[in-house]
């Protein structure tokens, strides 16, 4: 349950274009339904932000101690995997459990949390047909020689999340579906059902051999999974028209209830100002990026701006990230290394850790304020190290304090999925790929750091001085450590 004393959580509603306060259908349980991929390639970046944001807000939701149901489909029966399908000459159905196999891979490698049910449209066809057979006896659809329509003009709601105008549509398709137009009695009607075609996974219906448009599956899953009304339904911007449009009049025309309380759209990741997408070719696989960056140090990228905003990549900006990353690391190593195995006892704090917590719930109760959140955050840790710098004299109460900032840090950073690797390792394997980049010689680095311990033991300081200067020639800095020298890449 929620605690009172947490300030309202407020989100951004597209249907209100405003800020909305969150009232949960059950208390102190959330469903959210994301929009997932559809697998017919390998995900880009672009689509790593949307379903990063989204990962974020749940670990969010479940800190603040909301019980949350988490679902995310995957589309794999679609008309983009069975072109790609017919390029390779592969079976669409395979191809597309191929791409989910791969989607799941960056997912892990992104180390993003698993939804509670990830359905496949695949999996969902009853359901579909069913919601299909409803939305013929509402009067609502039609079917037209094998194919099923959705006929817009008897939904009096349609495009109230867009606030586009019917008149104005050339097609309520899209441009992702080909439909045969002389099937529709209106340009703007969109598919439900697609009658089979040669090579094309289809399934028995009540109107032939067919497979379902692209829209219908999510209204099919999220009410399976969720009921027919639910809190939070997300996706990226590109998806309120078409997608999310037509999911809204398939639900509400089914049913004759609200699908979902709250809409929210994440912006785009734009490389050179366009937004990645498969279709321009702009693209960063996710597993190209990760060669070069940690998942942290994307994930903290992501998060220096609103979920909402437009966000460039680009090297630079990556770097930074991680670099802010490895100064987080590095904050609680040495903080680790500062308790390790003390007992600094119970009683006062030299300072208020629990501040940052309640701004942080201030932040991400302001629509998931995501760089207020992590300012709040980068507060603490400066604040840590400053307390290491400079401990208050009594050695029991700055050992205690440390302990509780760095407990509040980690409790900050879980909520956001950031700091959930071992320091250590982090910082070496972030050292490994700096040397990479770099084109440091690492064997050479470690003759002389070796020697270095070496001249430091006979009290050679010219020469231990002479291999600081070398090293740091190199690119690498060596630091002293009552362990013996150990070195990080100078940044
Ligand atoms: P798709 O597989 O194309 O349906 O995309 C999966 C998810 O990624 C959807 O929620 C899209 O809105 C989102 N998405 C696609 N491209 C981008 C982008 N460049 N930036 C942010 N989100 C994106
Ligand atoms: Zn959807």
Redesign the pocket.
């Known amino acids: 349950m929620t605690s009172p004393a947490l300030p309202e959580l407020r989100v951004y509603n597209t249907m209100d274009r405003a800020t909305v306060p969150i009232r949960p259908i059950t208390p102190g349980k959330l469903g959210i339904y994301v ?4 697998v017919y390639n390998f ?2 970046i ?2 790593a ?3 990063t944001s989204f990962d974020t807000i749940v670990r969010y939701l479940r800190f603040r101690g909301f019980e949350v149901r988490y679902v995310r489909n995957y ?1 794999d029966v679609d008309d983009k995997i069975i072109k790609a399908a017919r390029e390779t000459g592969e079976d669409p159905i395979k191809l597309a459990a191929r791409f989910v196999d791969e989607f799941e891979k960056d997912m892990a490698e992104l180390r993003l949390i698993k939804p509670d049910v990830s359905p496949k449209v695949s999996e969902t066809i009853p359901e579909i047909v069913a919601i299909i057979q409803k939305l013929i006896a509402n009067g609502v659809a039609y079917e037209s020689k094998g194919d099923v329509y959705f006929e817009v003009r008897k939904y009096p709601g349609y495009l109230k999340l867009s606030k586009r105008k019917l008149d104005d549509l050339m097609s309520g398709a899209g441009e992702r579906e080909i439909v045969n137009e002389e099937q529709k009695r209106d340009p703007a009607d969109f598919a439900l059902w697609k009658a089979a075609k040669p090579g094309e996974p289809s399934w028995p219906s009540p109107w032939g051999a067919g497979r379902p448009g692209w829209h219908i599956e999510c209204s099919a899953m999220s009410s399976k999974y969720l009921g027919e009304t639910f809190d939070l339904h997300g ?5 309120i028209f078409p997608h999310h449009e037509n999911e809204i009049a398939q639900s509400e025309g089914a049913s004759g209830k609200t699908l979902c309380n709250v809409w929210m759209h ?5 490389l050179d100002g366009a ?4 279709s321009l070719g702009n693209v960063v696989r996710v597993r190209d990026a990760l060669e070069k960056v940690d998942a942290e140090g994307l994930r903290y990228f992501f998060m220096s701006v609103h979920y909402r905003s437009a966000l460039d990549f680009n090297d630079k900006s990556i770097g930074d990230a991680e670099a802010r990353v490895e100064y987080f690391y590095e904050t609680l190593k040495k903080v680790d290394e500062r308790v390790a195995g003390k007992d600094f006892g119970s009683g006062p704090l030299h300072g208020d850790p629990e501040k940052y917590l309640a701004k942080f719930h201030d932040e991400m109760s302001n629509d998931f304020n995501f760089p207020g959140a992590m300012a709040v955050l980068s507060g603490l840790f400066t604040d840590l190290n400053a307390l290491m710098d400079k401990p208050p004299k009594d050695k029991q109460l700055a050992g205690r304090t440390m302990l509780a900032f760095r407990d509040v840090a980690r409790k900050l950073s879980s909520a956001l999925g950031l700091m959930e690797c071992d320091p250590a390792t982090w910082l070496l394997a972030r050292r490994d790929r700096q040397v990479i980049a770099k084109g440091i010689d690492r064997a050479k680095v470690e003759a002389l750091i070796k020697e270095r311990d070496e001249a430091r033991a006979a009290k050679n300081y010219k020469r231990s001085d002479e291999i600081r200067a070398e090293l740091k020639a190199m690119g690498v800095e060596a630091m002293d450590t009552p362990g013996g020298t150990t070195w990080k890449v100078s940044s």
Do not use: A, E, V, Y
């Open positions: 929009c997932g991929p559809t995900i880009h672009g689509n932000r949307s379903f589309t996706g990226g911007l590109d998806l994440g912006g785009f990741l734009d937004k990645m997408s498969k």
